[in-house]
T-cell receptor
Framework: KAGVTQTPRYLIKTRGQQVTLSCSPI?????VSWYQQTPGQGLQFLFE???????NKGNFPGRFSGRQFSNSRSEMNVSTLELGDSALYLC??????????????FGAGTRLSVL | GIQVEQSPPDLILQEGANSTLRCNFS?????LQWFHQNPWGQLINLFY???GTKQNGRLSATTVATERYSLLYISSSQTTDSGVYFC??????????FGSGTKLNVKP
């Protein structure tokens, strides 16, 4: 079974541009979560989608948005990029978060550099 | 949100030594996982352990949910164990709170 796939692996953008990151969950998984990792703030939750609905959101500005498609694939978008958006963006999927045993599996991440 | 504290922040070991990593959390949780982040950034699942004790080879973990802490034991450490270990807890809807990690360096 293929793992969580994130594309692209690396991105270089300039301030003011926008970027879209993609995440394909493990087959059969319906929940996708996004996290930002920076040296200063560590790993922080961005948002979670389940069956195309955003169920939870972290404390990030509205420039950060996401969506989930009917096949559970998810995208996140960052508009008007700032230098501080440079980070490793990680996606995680899980089968059914309402089940008792809810294990999150992470992708390899997308490393975004904003110049 | 839930506060997650990991200790120690840094750990240097000689190959073959044993270690204990600790994770304290500030509230009751439904889920606790330990991860190892490899040099390329991917988080590798080690344990799903909201309570109790589990073992997997040289690694074992114990969570005492009533006292809000979890321990990760690494025995007979190897250089390939090097990296950052994270504890993450969840209360609902897959919103995980991560600790700041323990950076482990195992020297040959």
């Amino acid at each position: 079974k293929a793992g969580v796939t994130q594309t692209p692996r690396y991105l270089i953008k300039t301030r003011g541009q926008q970027v879209t990151l993609s995440c394909s969950p493990i087959s059969g998984h319906r929940s996708v979560s996004w996290y930002q990792q920076t040296p200063g703030q560590g790993l922080q939750f961005l948002f979670e989608y389940f069956s195309e609905t955003q169920r939870n959101k972290g404390n990030f500005p509205g420039r950060f948005s996401g969506r989930q498609f009917s096949n559970s694939r998810s995208e996140m978008n960052v508009s008007t990029l700032e230098l501080g958006d440079s980070a490793l963006y990680l996606c995680a999927s899980s089968h059914n978060p309402t089940r008792a045993k809810n294990i999150q599996y992470f992708g390899a991440g997308t490393r975004l550099s904003v110049l | 949100g839930i506060q997650v504290e990991q200790s120690p922040p840094d750990l240097i070991l000689q190959e073959g030594a044993n270690s204990t990593l600790r994770c304290n959390f500030s509230d009751s949780v439904n889920n606790l996982q330990w991860f190892h982040q490899n040099p390329w950034g991917q988080l590798i699942n080690l344990f799903y352990i909201p309570s109790g004790t589990k073992q997997n080879g040289r690694l074992s973990a114990t969570t005492v949910a009533t006292e809000r802490y979890s321990l990760l034991y690494i025995s007979s450490s190897q250089t390939t164990d090097s990296g950052v270990y994270f504890c993450a807890v969840e209360r609902n809807f897959n919103k995980f709170y991560f600790g700041s990690g323990t950076k482990l360096n195992v020297k040959p």
